[in-house]
């Protein structure tokens, strides 16, 4: 038992100290970012991902860095994966990052160039369309989805975030409720969802506040928290950073219920959540 203690301890130090050379690591990459050294920032912010690989933050700056430098392959192959799972950040967030917003727009720019004389890049185009939403020009991001999804009709990060774009669902009042139409299903409770890539644990609490934890192959987890509700067919998962996720949902009796987010392409049968005991 001493064994086992001493290097359970061990490990959680390692962990730590890894931790903690990730974190001086990405505070480098920021300071580099913000002075406008995109290629310093770039190599600290790929250490700090070799250090922790699980944390979204330094894999958004990470393709943030990447596209402040043209590399829009890579810089799309990271927000790909990343929007597969959680939101983007927004404008205000994404300008608190430059140090001189010029560079910003002479970068954005170049994106535009590129785009406009490679229109089968379809990596480009999805780069283009992520700063487009982030800056809340909706209807040119839906125009640059449109070409990936031409290009790529196998991207699912691109024809979700197109479909929820071209067609949200109207969302009918609702009640801070937690438990679906009848075979009824009570959502206070611990939940989880299997699929072939992704583990999905959900928790509500008798307050409607949830926790959404996602867990996928090869992608940082992503952790979601606020509040729920419910109407007779939708699932609202409110949070405060990130906005809503909305789905349809079904019940299938005390412990189980299908959630279908909106936007899934169509065939797509949606998550089967079982409550854990």
């Known amino acids: 038992m001493n064994n086992w203690v001493t290097a359970e301890a061990s490990a959680e130090a390692v962990a730590a100290t890894e931790n903690e050379e990730a974190m001086s690591l990405f505070d480098s ?5 913000q002075a406008g050294r995109f290629s310093q920032s770039l190599e600290n912010f790929d250490s700090a991902v070799r250090l922790m690989p699980d944390d979204p933050v330094l894999h958004e700056m990470r393709a943030l860095a990447l596209f402040a430098q043209g590399k829009f392959q890579q810089a ?20 608190s990052l430059y140090g001189n917003l010029d560079d910003y727009i002479a ?23 992520y700063h487009y939403l982030v800056m809340g020009h909706n209807e040119d991001a839906i ?3 449109r070409t990936v999804v031409r290009l790529q009709p196998r991207d699912q990060t691109a024809a979700r975030l197109l ?19 009848a075979p009824e ?19 509500v609490d008798e307050d409607s506040q949830f926790i959404w934890r996602a867990t996928s192959s090869g992608k940082p987890p992503v952790e979601l928290r606020g509040d729920l509700t419910t109407t007779s067919d ?26 279908l987010v909106a936007g899934a392409p ?6 089967s959540f079982e409550r854990l005991r």
């Open 29 to 33: 990459g920021m300071a580099a970012f």
């Open 76 to 95: 799309a192959a990271v927000l790909n994966s990343l929007l597969a799972v959680a939101p983007g950040m927004d404008w205000t967030t994404l300008v």
């Open 107 to 129: 970068q954005l720019r170049a994106l535009e160039a590129h785009v406009g004389a490679n229109p089968n890049d379809a990596a480009a185009a999805f780069v283009l369309a």
């Open 143 to 145: 125009e640059r989805l």
């Open 163 to 181: 479909t929820a774009l071209e067609g949200p669902p109207e969302i009918p009042p609702t009640t801070t409720a937690s438990t679906l139409d």
């Open 185 to 203: 299903t009570d959502l206070v409770g611990r939940w989880r969802s299997v699929a072939a890539d992704a583990e999905i644990d959900l928790t």
């Open 234 to 259: 939708l699932l609202i998962l409110d949070t405060v950073e990130h906005g809503a996720m909305i789905g349809e949902v079904m019940s299938a009796g005390p412990d189980r219920f299908q959630f």
């Open 266 to 271: 169509p065939g797509d049968s949606g998550l």
